[in-house]
């Protein structure tokens, strides 16, 4: 008889523990199986051949052949394959040279396929496909074609092909790579070896023969893993190919500067043109003599004295126009404890005094009140008294005292931005050059109202405490864009070449130059400007002699008061 065991009571539990143990390891085994199975997928794949067919003509260029045959698992493969073929590359001297690169054809399973290029720093990346047609898992044979030049190198006993055949740039398996070197006709190869293995190895995982043809072969004897490559070496007797000749080097010296040289070129014809303008409109007109005066221009405030000796505007317009006001008795200036300042109307000025210029800025600076302090609160009542001063000038002097000539300048900005153009669509690296183009642009236009801001914090009247404190935050703030600044100029520079960055920030700089100097005196302008020039002498002797002239009969202190706006102008 048998008797069947009492269960424990525990038995279920033990049951469910088992359960979710065996379930825990399903899960773990699965996750191993997915992790083992993409890695087998990656390995899937690779280039199962990779042969290069070399032809050497005798005028030194070279067309190359390059048959891919590719395994595509849809991971890394998924539109087609790209190739990178450097174009910029250090001759023996250390000298930076630019080779030809231009495609001759591209096909897929024997067919034209799509492709296009791109310009990375130092050379250019073909990409074969379209971006919208996804390949499906399969073997696929690439066909590429393209013709190259400068690759030779000559030396005093023979000639040589020195050949990355594959390049070291894949991320898969090369299962078998290969070459074929056909030289011209009457060329024997005296010499040959290759290389396998990672860039600057020289492993030996190779062997070499003649074809039917009697062209040499070259074929690996391991496959190469992510980042090997193949390259050969080829020798013949020199006569064969014909060294460069001076015009051929004149060529290649243009085009490994192509952005240098075309940088030069705008520069110069920038500086001809702007010579040419200033001559025509630029060039002021000669001066009379100069005779001391002892009073201003008639009909000439000082902020209008100030804006015809600059030809422009700036903030010491407005401050010898509010002095001006103070000695006519339209307000006062007082200094406040904080070392800032208040202005307070008169209740009654004489506007009959006012220049049509300070009649506007009393209107705007005590529209609603008759004090105002000379503080950023008031900003908005400040910055509309300055432009209305600002425009009241424009309109009383140029074009009868001065010209700007500004139109001048939008062909050199023209010539600018074509020379730019021109230096990116030759630069070694034309997409970071476009892009840092564009950011500079934007970016240097912040730098420099930042650094307007430092130089106006530093040089605003106050106590040195908070001077130091607020100048300090505004400098530190403005610090990290300076320095992006200097670092985008050097990524500038570095994608299009030293000599062009150079000459490109040249054509900013002359450009900044002729700003100022196209601005031109009129004949009466020029009229007004030797009178100021003699009452200026007048005040500096003045100022010199500052004792001497304050108590003669005709020179009062009220004289000197009357006089200070224009010594400030």
């Not at 009697?214 to 390259?231: C, H, Q, V």
């Not at 002892?294 to 804006?307: K, T």
């Amino acid at each position: 008889m048998v008797y069947a065991r009492k269960p424990k009571k525990n038995s279920s539990r033990v049951r469910c523990l088992n359960r979710s143990k065996w379930f825990g390891l399903s899960v773990l085994l699965g996750l191993i199986l997915m992790w083992a199975g993409n890695g087998l997928a990656g390995q899937g794949e690779r280039i199962l051949n990779f042969h290069s067919h070399i032809e050497v003509h005798e005028d030194g260029h070279l067309i190359v052949k390059e048959q891919i045959e590719v395994v595509s698992a849809g991971k890394q493969i998924k539109r087609g394959i790209y190739r990178d073929f450097p174009t910029v590359y250090k001759n023996r001297s250390g000298k930076k040279i630019r080779v030809e690169f231009k495609v001759l054809g591209v096909l897929k399973n024997g067919r034209p396929e799509a492709y296009h290029t791109e310009s990375p720093i130092n050379g250019k990346r073909l990409y074969i496909g379209k971006k919208d047609v996804f390949l499906k898992p399969g073997t696929y044979a690439y066909t590429i074609t393209y013709r190259t030049d400068r690759q030779l190198g000559f030396f005093e006993d023979h000639d040589e092909l020195y050949w990355n055949v594959t390049g070291n740039d894949w991320k898969f398996t090369i299962e078998q790579a290969g070459a074929t070197v056909t030289l011209p006709s009457r060329a024997e190869v005296i010499e040959a070896t290759a290389y396998t293995g990672r860039r600057g190895a020289k492993g030996q995982a190779f062997t070499q023969s003649y074809d039917e043809a009697g062209n040499i072969t070259f074929a690996t004897t391991r496959s190469l893993g992510p980042g090997e490559g193949l390259t050969i070496a080829v020798a013949w007797p020199k006569g064969i190919v014909p060294e460069p000749s001076f015009n051929d080097k004149l060529t290649y010296m243009a085009r490994d500067n192509a952005s240098a040289i075309i940088a030069l070129i705008g520069f110069i014809v920038l500086f001809v043109y702007y010579m040419v303008a200033w001559l025509r409109v630029g060039k002021d007109p000669r001066k009379g003599p100069i005779i001391p005066r002892f009073s201003p221009p008639e009909g000439f405030s000082p902020a209008a004295v100030r804006h015809l000796r600059k030809m422009g505007f700036d903030k010491k317009s407005f401050a010898a126009a509010l002095v001006d006001m103070a000695v006519k008795g339209a307000l006062t200036i007082a200094k406040d404890e904080d070392d800032s300042y208040t202005l307070e109307k008169n209740p009654s000025p004489d506007m009959t005094v006012l220049s049509r210029g300070e009649k506007q800025v009393l209107k705007k600076l005590f529209s609603l009140r008759n004090t105002l302090q000379l503080k950023n609160t008031n900003h908005a009542k400040l910055n509309a008294a300055i432009k209305s001063l600002k425009t009241t000038l424009k309109t009383d002097l140029e074009k009868i005292c001065f010209k700007r000539n500004t139109k001048y300048l939008i062909p050199g900005i023209g010539i600018v931005i074509v020379t730019l153009a021109a230096t990116i669509l030759n630069a070694r690296d034309i997409a970071t050059a476009g892009f840092m183009s564009i950011w500079l642009s934007m970016w240097t236009i912040g730098c420099v109202v930042l650094g307007y801001q430092v130089v106006k914090a530093w040089r605003a009247p106050g106590s040195k405490f908070k001077k130091g404190a607020g100048t300090l935050f505004i400098t530190l703030f403005a610090l990290p864009f300076f320095i992006g600044e200097i670092i985008g100029l050097g990524v500038f520079i570095n994608a299009v070449s030293f000599r062009a960055g150079i000459f490109f920030v040249g054509l900013i700089l002359i450009t900044a130059l002729f700003y100022h100097l196209l601005k031109a005196p009129t004949i009466y302008g020029r009229g007004v400007l030797d009178k100021i020039d003699g009452f200026r002498q007048y005040l500096t002797i003045a100022e010199t002699e500052r004792l001497k002239i304050l108590n003669p009969p005709d020179k009062s202190p009220a004289l000197f008061e009357k006089y200070l706006p224009y010594a400030m102008a």
